[in-house]
């Protein structure tokens, strides 16, 4: 089991760290952009919002260790609407796959966005990154849709809309009395 997590707000400040996390993080770029990703990139981080919204609709946490930056996760809340959290980007260290850190820092934001008022978390995976469909869906999240061409710098990419109710199951009951004995 993973130690506790405790996130820390990012800001344009922490561009260096994010982009050095993105060089390591190679894979990722390449596979979405056809590129590794440009130092820029991660002061886009902060900026790129999609039309209607503003940066102050977005949180961008971090995790560090010892050895600096090793998680990044962007959220825009009320997008596409409201009471809907949109998971922009989740990045973990190659060296810290595979060991149940994305899981958990994954539930850890579900209670974050859930203290905030979500019922809904949605992203978006590249068709192309069937692994990360894979783990997404381990987690929870089913199909929305499909969308696509769009352009990715060096790619053109369908992408694979996912989605998870934060709502509790409306058949859950609780017991109003505890079982006497024991």
Same mark, same amino acid.
């Given at each position: 089991?993973?130690?506790?997590?405790?996130?820390?707000?990012?800001?344009?400040?922490?561009?260096?760290?994010?982009?050095?996390?993105?060089?390591?993080?190679?894979?990722?770029?390449?596979?979405?952009?056809?590129?590794?990703?440009?130092?820029?990139?991660?002061?886009?981080?902060?900026?790129?919002?999609?039309?209607?919204?503003?940066?102050?609709?977005?949180?961008?946490?971090?995790?560090?260790?010892?050895?600096?930056?090793?998680?990044?996760?962007?959220?825009?809340?009320?997008?596409?609407?409201?009471?809907?959290?949109?998971?922009?980007?989740?990045?973990?260290?190659?060296?810290?796959?595979?060991?149940?850190?994305?899981?958990?820092?994954?539930?850890?934001?579900?209670?974050?966005?859930?203290?905030?008022?979500?019922?809904?978390?949605?992203?978006?995976?590249? #068709?192309?990154?069937?692994?990360?469909?894979?783990?997404?869906?381990?987690?929870?999240?089913?199909?929305?849709?499909?969308?696509?061409? #769009?352009?990715?710098?060096?790619?053109?990419?369908?992408?694979? #809309?996912?989605?998870?109710?934060?709502?509790?199951?409306?058949?859950?009951?609780?017991?109003?009395?505890?079982?006497?004995?024991?």
């Amino acid at each position: 089991m993973p130690p506790p997590f405790d996130a820390i707000k990012l800001t344009l400040a922490d561009a260096g760290p994010i982009a050095a996390l993105f060089a390591r993080c190679s894979d990722h770029f390449l596979l979405q952009d056809g590129v590794e990703a440009d130092p820029s990139d991660a002061a886009a981080l902060f900026r790129d919002v999609p039309t209607g919204k503003s940066a102050t609709d977005q949180t961008i946490f971090g995790w560090r260790d010892d050895s600096g930056l090793y998680a990044v996760a962007a959220m825009l809340r009320d997008y596409p609407e409201d009471g809907v959290w949109y998971l922009g980007l989740l990045l973990l260290d190659p060296r810290r796959r595979g060991q149940g850190v994305g899981r958990a820092l994954h539930e850890a934001l579900v209670r974050h966005v859930i203290g905030k008022g979500a019922r809904e978390f949605r992203l978006a995976v590249i #068709e192309a990154n069937v692994g990360a469909e894979r783990f997404w869906r381990s987690l929870g999240y089913r199909e929305r849709r499909r969308v696509g061409l #769009e352009a990715f710098k060096a790619r053109q990419q369908r992408r694979v #809309e996912m989605t998870r109710d934060l709502r509790p199951p409306q058949n859950a009951t609780c017991p109003t009395t505890l079982p006497a004995g024991r």
